[in-house]
């Protein structure tokens, strides 16, 4: 026999029926356990299913090993040489790990690398434009470099004043 613990709720439901007396037995019915097929609260997907006949199996976690730069270096190095020195084969390089370099320290010394990138396009096109004399070429050659230096010193200025509000 359970006793029922709440005392005033047993004296709420006398006074309601006109009972003269209170009974503190247990007259509420006790509670009934959820089946296990209808409990997805505390059985696993590997319990309910095994449940239902089913059989999982379970595949162990694969680790990989993470890369370091030195194996990522090495492989890139390998990429970029043939392996046979007869051999025509087309060779795949990955220049992934150098640009991402390339972006870190562009990010630190506050460089914009696509006004960069289109200084060093002109900079080819008049290299290799046969309408230009050598003097004119190497002309605005020297003005795209200083172009070039002066992208490079603002962005360093910038860095640094990002650097001091820090």
């Not at 709440?6 to 509670?31: E, I």
């Not at 993470?66 to 392996?83: F, V």
């Not at 309408?131 to 795209?144: D, G, H, R, T, V």
Request: net charge negative; hydrophobic share 35%; proline share 4%.
């Amino acid at each position: 026999m359970m006793i029922n613990n709440n005392y005033a709720q047993q004296v709420a439901q006398a006074k309601s029926n006109n009972a003269l007396v209170v009974s503190f037995d247990n007259t509420t019915p006790a509670v009934q356990p959820i089946p296990g097929e209808k409990d997805t609260l505390t059985l696993s997907d590997k319990a309910l299913a095994m449940m239902n006949g089913n059989e999982i199996k379970e595949i162990a976690p694969t680790y990989l090993r993470p890369e370091s730069a030195r194996s990522l270096l090495a492989k890139s190095e390998t990429l970029n040489t043939t392996q046979d020195g007869d051999a025509k084969e087309d060779v795949v390089v990955d220049n992934r790990f150098s640009e991402i370099m390339q972006n870190i320290l562009d990010k630190r010394l506050g460089i914009d690398r696509e006004k960069l990138e289109e200084l060093e396009a002109l900079m080819e096109e008049i290299a290799n434009n046969e309408n230009m004399s050598p003097e004119e070429k190497e002309l605005a050659l020297e003005k795209l470099a200083k172009m070039r230096e002066k992208i490079i010193e603002e962005g360093r200025e910038i860095q640094k004043k990002i650097e001091q509000t820090d």
